[in-house]
């Protein structure tokens, strides 16, 4: 724009070009998901971590007696990025679980950092319970 003043043809632009970051804002902040990641991929088998089982019996052994208590990870252990065998296999990072694609994962199976194991212990419980299913408690981290 030049020294003029502002007319209001130049304020309904600015202020459109306002509204429209403001739009581009809200739409980021509303959670678009990352195409990489799918949280509902928590609630499939094979699972990455003690704790994250979806039913009786689909634990490691299948001694576990409820959803969510399983003592270890289903899925195949692996101890880097990239190397999960297929979706849902990746085992840290800000998705643990969720990645959608073979080698995508962040890191090791099973989970070895609480952090990220808490993480998806907690995703995988809010899950359980927008499906309506009952999940046991977890069990203890394993001595090391």
């Given at each position: 724009m030049s020294d003029r003043e502002l007319s209001r043809r130049d304020f309904s632009r600015l202020t459109m070009a306002a509204f429209g970051g403001l739009v581009a804002g809200a739409a980021?902040?509303?959670?678009?998901?990352?195409?990489?990641?799918?949280?509902?991929?928590?609630?499939?088998?094979?699972?990455?971590?003690?704790?994250?089982?979806?039913?009786?019996?689909?634990?490691?052994?299948?001694?576990?007696d409820c959803a969510g208590m399983g003592?270890?990870?289903t899925a195949e252990p692996h101890s880097c990025q990239g190397m999960n065998e297929c979706k849902g296999q990746g085992g840290c990072g800000e998705k643990p679980g969720m990645n959608?694609?073979?080698g995508k994962g962040a890191c090791a199976?099973?989970?070895?950092?609480?952090?990220?194991?808490?993480?998806?212990?907690?995703?995988?419980?809010e899950l359980m319970k927008a499906e309506g299913k009952e999940v046991g408690p977890?069990?203890?981290?394993?001595k090391s």
């Open positions: 980021r902040a509303a959670g678009v998901q990352d195409e990489d990641t799918n949280p509902r991929l928590l609630l499939e088998e094979p699972h990455v971590c003690r704790g994250l089982n979806t039913c009786k019996g689909k634990g490691k052994g299948g001694e576990n003592t270890c990870a959608t694609c073979e199976v099973p989970i070895t950092e609480d952090k990220t194991w808490e993480k998806a212990r907690k995703k995988f419980e977890a069990p203890p981290k394993p």
